[in-house]
C-alpha cells in the first residue's frame, strides 16, 4: 500500500505560479513513476506530466514550457511547478504513484485561477 498527500493548491492570477507537492508513504521500493493528473470542472481526469524514478519525464501538450515535474527520491516527495498559470488551468490536481496501472491516487487538491 502507499499512501500520498498533496499540498500547495490555492487560487492565484492568472500568470502567476504555485508549486505542488506530493509526499508519498508505505511500499515505494522498485522502479516507479509519480505523477500528475487533473480533473477540470464537469471534465474527464486528464494526464499533467510524469516522472519516473530514473527521471524520465512527460508532459501534456498544454501545460509544456509552463509545468515542471520533478522528484526528490530520497524525501519520495514529487513537485509540479506551474508557472504561466492560466484560467483553463483551473481543477481539482491529483498526485498517483504506481509501479503497474493504476496505482494509487492522492485526496486531490484545488488549483483556481482567475482572469
Known amino acids: 500500500q502507499v499512501q500520498l498527500v498533496e499540498s500547495g493548491g490555492g487560487l492565484v492570477q492568472a500568470g502567476g505560479s504555485l508549486r505542488l507537492s506530493c509526499a508519498a508513504s508505505g511500499s515505494t521500493y522498485g522502479s516507479n513513476v509519480f505523477g500528475w493528473y487533473r480533473q477540470p470542472p464537469g471534465m474527464a481526469r486528464e494526464l499533467v506530466a510524469t516522472?519516473?524514478?530514473?527521471?524520465?519525464?512527460v508532459y501534456a501538450d498544454s501545460v509544456k514550457g509552463r509545468f515542471t515535474i520533478s522528484r526528490d527520491n530520497t524525501k519520495n516527495t514529487v513537485y509540479l511547478q506551474m508557472n504561466s498559470l492560466k484560467p483553463e488551468d483551473t481543477a481539482v490536481y491529483y498526485c498517483?504513484?504506481?509501479?503497474?496501472?493504476?496505482?494509487?491516487w492522492g485526496q486531490g487538491t484545488q488549483v483556481t485561477v482567475s482572469s
Open positions: 516522472i519516473s524514478s530514473g527521471g524520465r519525464t
Open positions: 498517483n504513484f504506481r509501479r503497474a496501472p493504476p496505482g494509487y
